[in-house]
């Protein structure tokens, strides 16, 4: 039965119409290591287990745990108001329509609104990634009162997240959408950086310390290797945006 299941039910009164940063798997993996980051870096509380239909039903383990865990999770902070939804696997785009439906209604019960990270491919360079924010209709103003550009062309978000963005559309409900310049083969820790201080960081109003981000930078890409080739090689599995210039 689709659930999600609270662990620390004593947070949800804590709670205030909280931001909730999605981090599924996708290009450069940006929003996994994004994710990943801020769980580590505030120490955030494993708030709830997330049950819905179209997340694969396998359970994982952490090293030097013994505890199973189901692979999407949430995790709470109280004091900076704000949720993370993090996953160790990748979600197909057509079983995500289950899981936007499932964790709809638990948004709006708790007002909580969602920011939605992407990488578009682009080749490494010597230039910082590009970032620009996109959202539903009547949410649009927070990316103009925290600075954040706007999209430069025309394109798409596809994936399990461009499935999580469509159903906020079809029904109306606030959501946004940070998206970066991602290398479009391995792991980008340093676009990951850029979406959490040009993009997480003014929403939110939270400073989130990256240092260890970009120094650990060769060891988060050996570490998420494997899940990245992984989304390679599906890539109907993989969160992305991309220009739409080359239908028109």
Sequence with gaps: M???????EELTDELESPTL????PGVGLVGKIAADHLVEAFDM???ADVFCEGVPKVAVYMKDDPTLHPPVRLYADAERNLLVLQSDIPIRPDAATGLASCLGPWFEELGVLPVFLSGIA???????????GV???GATSRLEDAGI???TETGLVSGPTGALLSNAVSVGRPALALVVESDPQFPDPEAARVIIKQGIEPLVGV???VDDLVDSATEIRQAKEQLARRMQQSDEESTQARPLGMYQ
Excluded: F, M, N
Aim: charged share 30%; net charge negative; no cysteine.
């Design 45 to 47: 509380t494993h708030y």
């Design 122 to 132: 682009h080749e490494k360079s010597e230039d910082v990634p590009a970032l620009y």
């Design 135 to 137: 959202g539903t209709d």
């Design 149 to 151: 550009d706007r999209p």
């Design 207 to 209: 400073e989130v310390p």
């Design 21 to 24: 940063v999605e981090g599924l």
């Design 2 to 8: 689709a659930r999600i299941r609270v662990l620390a």
